[in-house]
Nanobody
Framework: QVQLVESGGGLVQAGGSLKLSCATS????????MGWYRQAPGKERELVAG???????HIADSVQGRFTISRDNAKKTLFLQMNSLKPEDTGAYYC?????????WGQGTQVTVSS
């Protein structure tokens, strides 16, 4: 059974940092695609950063230079380091994994950036 559990969200002032973690029950090194998504109130969920095929990363233009995606294969954990946070980064952040053609989501962790 695929399980994804996010943690690390919280309330932070603009300019601050947070590091999100996504603990999984799967071998993330062989997982086709994993990523971090976020959903702001009243907006659609969007891809923030992704690892595809275990080698390629995707970083959204809006967070380029501020956010970094990484993973610890041994700990089966995906991370999102978020620096220089802005109020527009506020939202629920979700971890997603694609395993054998099926998408699995975590329950999300809330990030709130105050101005």
């Amino acid at each position: 059974q695929v399980q994804l559990v996010e943690s690390g969200g919280g309330l932070v002032q603009a300019g601050g940092s947070l590091k999100l973690s996504c603990a999984t029950s799967i071998n993330i090194e062989s997982t086709h695609a994993m990523g971090w998504y976020r959903q702001a109130p009243g907006k659609e969920r969007e891809l923030v950063a992704g690892v595809i095929g275990g080698h390629t990363t995707h970083i959204a233009d809006s967070v380029q230079g501020r956010f970094t995606i990484s993973r610890d294969n041994a700990k089966k954990t995906l991370f999102l380091q978020m620096n220089s946070l802005k109020p527009e980064d506020t939202g629920a952040y979700y971890c997603k994994a694609r395993v054998r053609g099926r998408d699995y989501w975590g329950q999300g962790t809330q990030v709130t950036v105050s101005s």
